[in-house]
């Protein structure tokens, strides 16, 4: 059981290697059998040889690997993000993986955001008229093919009944952006057609962000076209207390590939201080374990890592005064302890 480990830029590359000792630990533990790998992708080896996505990788990915661990992209010495685009985008389109959870895990509970995350306005259809050095037409098509909505309602909706969900929001923009909108609503009315388990409501995306940041305990499952759901899961960030909790996998149900990746990105601001929150990417290893079978390392990794956000170890996003690597080591002796049968398990423990 092979992964694919993504550090990638900013704090990418100080939250994610401070988890893997945790990985480790419960490798060894549970006897998993998981192997990773590192990869260089990012900034650096883009400046260094042009290299995004190395050739042929996505079918060594299919074919050698079962998940991918990613941190975050980004770097202000490629302002335009076109490594960023390669990388992240072609991992996404390129393992077909149009399934994007981002659970919003909210002081009543969790909210099951759903992103499709192949086509809208990500489908890279679009050009610039340019002259001058400057730019004086700009087109970023959004498109959406039946099917890839089809594909996306379906998974969401089956994966919200065996959740025991009761309700589902489809969020569109359908007065003003009609034709994807129309597309959107009559699949997702044809769909829930066959649930009768949910509930469904349509809500405009405007007004659905003012009422999630009003009461988002109205809401159980929503789901989203690509760039609504972007900036969806930024807000649900805020609600549940910053970008350093929000965790993100995204998945093929066909091919059972999946990336695991937090919600936030390389934050330039913070990176190289040793202090960004790696609770996300520590969850998103929780999920990619869950997600390989491997149930019981995942809960008690998801455990450890709520617990100790409840400690000095906590992150100053957090209002604490601890580091990235403090916080995984203070996770990874919990571990340890929980492993040894010390130190009982508090009852109330959920996001
Ligand atoms: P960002 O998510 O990197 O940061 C937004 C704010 O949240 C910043 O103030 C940052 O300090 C804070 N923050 C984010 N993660 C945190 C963490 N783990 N702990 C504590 N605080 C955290 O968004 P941005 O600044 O708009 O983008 C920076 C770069 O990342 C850009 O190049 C952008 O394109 C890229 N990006 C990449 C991804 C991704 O790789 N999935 C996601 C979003 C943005
Ligand atoms: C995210 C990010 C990406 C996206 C960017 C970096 C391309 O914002 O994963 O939320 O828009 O999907
Ligand atoms: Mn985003």
Redesign the pocket.
């Known amino acids: 059981m092979r992964i694919a480990v993504v550090p990638?830029d900013?704090?990418g590359k100080e939250?994610v290697p401070a988890t893997l000792p945790a990985l480790t630990l419960l490798d060894d533990a549970f006897g998993l059998g998981i192997t990773y790998d590192v990869l260089d992708w990012g900034a650096d080896r883009w400046l260094a040889d042009g290299t995004g996505l190395p050739d042929g990788v996505l079918d060594r990915l299919r074919t050698e690997y079962r998940a991918v661990l990613l941190g975050?992209?980004?770097?202000p010495r490629i302002p335009d993000?076109a490594h960023?685009r390669e990388i992240?985008l072609g991992l996404r389109t390129g393992l077909d993986l149009y399934v994007n959870h981002r659970p919003l895990d909210l002081a009543h509970g969790t909210v099951d955001l759903y992103r499709e995350n192949t086509q809208g306005l990500y489908s890279q259809v679009g050009g610039a008229v340019t002259g001058r050095g400057r730019v004086s037409v700009a087109l970023d098509e959004c498109v959406y093919t039946r099917d890839t909505v089809e594909r996306f309602v379906r998974t969401c909706l089956r994966r919200l009944r065996t959740a025991g969900r009761r309700k589902v929001t489809l969020v569109h923009k359908a007065n003003a952006v009609p034709h994807t909108g129309r597309l959107w609503q009559e699949v997702f009315r044809a769909e829930l057609a066959h649930v009768p388990e949910l509930t469904g409501s349509e809500e405009y995306v405007d007004a659905f962000c003012y009422h999630l940041v009003r009461d988002a305990s109205a809401y159980e499952g929503v789901l989203a076209p690509n760039l609504f759901g972007d900036i969806i899961s930024d807000i649900g960030a805020a609600l549940m207390g910053?970008?350093?909790l929000a965790r993100s996998a995204s998945f093929c149900p066909e091919s059972g590939f999946a990336l695991f990746?937090?919600v936030?990105?390389?934050?330039?601001?913070?990176a190289g201080r040793g202090i960004?929150?790696p609770y996300?990417t520590a969850m998103c290893l929780s999920m990619l374990l869950d997600h390989l079978g491997h149930t019981e390392a995942a809960v008690l990794l998801r455990d450890c890592v709520l617990e100790t956000t409840h400690t000095d170890a906590a992150?100053p996003?957090l209002g604490g005064a601890g580091t990235t690597d403090g916080f995984m080591s203070e996770v990874t002796a919990l571990l340890t302890e929980r492993l040894k049968g010390e130190r009982p398990r508090p009852k109330e423990n959920r996001p």
């Open positions: 990638g900013g704090i939250i975050a992209l980004g770097d993000m960023g992240l910053g970008l350093g990746e937090p936030h990105g390389s934050a330039p601001d913070i960004a929150n996300a992150t996003d």
